[in-house]
């Protein structure tokens, strides 16, 4: 199974908003609408920002939002500000024999 | 506070064995699907292996299948992973998650590094 496929860096300036894509197949994000996304700080665990493609877990900022269209699953953080300067990660549920995948990650900088 | 605890990780010789434990803190963990993802250092993330509420489904990457085991103790609030026939390439650190019917991994550890190397 191969990890789904996310540009390897994004930036932009603080208040600005920016989209990372993951794309993948029809067995994966096109065939599911478990399109999750995570954010990762250095040295620290990852956090899920979102879930089934567009929901916000409580406690995560309406500032990130997600969408899906077709095989390609994206990321939005508007009004970028600083603390969300961090690798971010899609993962979706698959029909192949191992049921998650991940994608490559797209470290995110604040100009 | 929700979470979960891992431990186990550590140095261990290509074709060693390693188990690692993970511990629930604050939610009813009999109700959860667990996870086992790992991140090779400065590298992207990899699931692993789940199972489910009662033990009796469990799921396994292509990479992990026939080497490692998964079980639990909801009793102890605990899943374990066994890792047996360790190569180089299962140098990574090893998270547990919670995961569920949302397909996501909402709750995670902090990690235990394990290393794979003469």
């Known amino acids: 199974q191969s990890a789904l496929t996310q540009s390897a860096s994004v930036s932009g300036s603080p208040g600005q908003s920016i989209t990372i894509s993951c794309t993948g197949t029809?067995?994966?994000?096109?065939?599911?609408?478990?399109v999750s996304w995570y954010q990762q700080y250095p040295g620290k665990a990852p956090k899920l920002m979102i879930y089934?493609?567009?929901n916000r877990p409580s406690g995560v900022s309406n500032r990130f939002s997600g969408s899906k269209s077709g095989n390609t699953a994206s990321l939005t953080i508007s009004g970028l500000q600083a603390e969300d300067e961090a690798d971010y990660y899609c993962?979706?549920?698959?029909?192949?024999?191992?049921?998650?995948?991940f994608g490559s990650g797209t470290k995110v900088t604040v100009l | 506070e929700v979470q979960v605890v891992e431990s186990g990780g550590g140095l261990v010789q290509p074709g060693g064995s390693l188990r690692l434990s993970c511990t629930s803190f604050?939610?009813?963990?009999?109700?959860?699907?667990m996870d086992w993802v790992r991140q090779d250092p400065g590298m992207g993330l990899e699931w692993v292996a789940n199972?489910?509420?009662?033990?009796?489904?469990?799921n396994f990457a292509d990479s992990a299948r026939g080497r490692f085991a998964i079980s639990r103790d909801n009793a102890k609030n605990s899943v374990y992973l066994q890792m047996n026939s360790l190569r180089p390439e299962d140098t990574a650190v090893y998270y547990c998650?919670?995961?569920?019917?949302?397909?996501?991994?909402?709750?995670w550890g902090q990690g235990t590094l394990v290393t794979v190397s003469s």
């Open positions: 998650a919670r995961g569920g019917k949302l397909h996501a991994f909402d709750v």
């Open positions: 604050e939610f009813t963990f009999s109700d959860f699907w």
């Open positions: 199972i489910n509420q009662d033990g009796s489904v469990k």
């Open positions: 089934e493609v567009t």
């Open positions: 993962s979706s549920y698959t029909s192949a024999s191992t049921p998650y995948v």
């Open positions: 029809n067995s994966d994000v096109g065939g599911y609408n478990y």
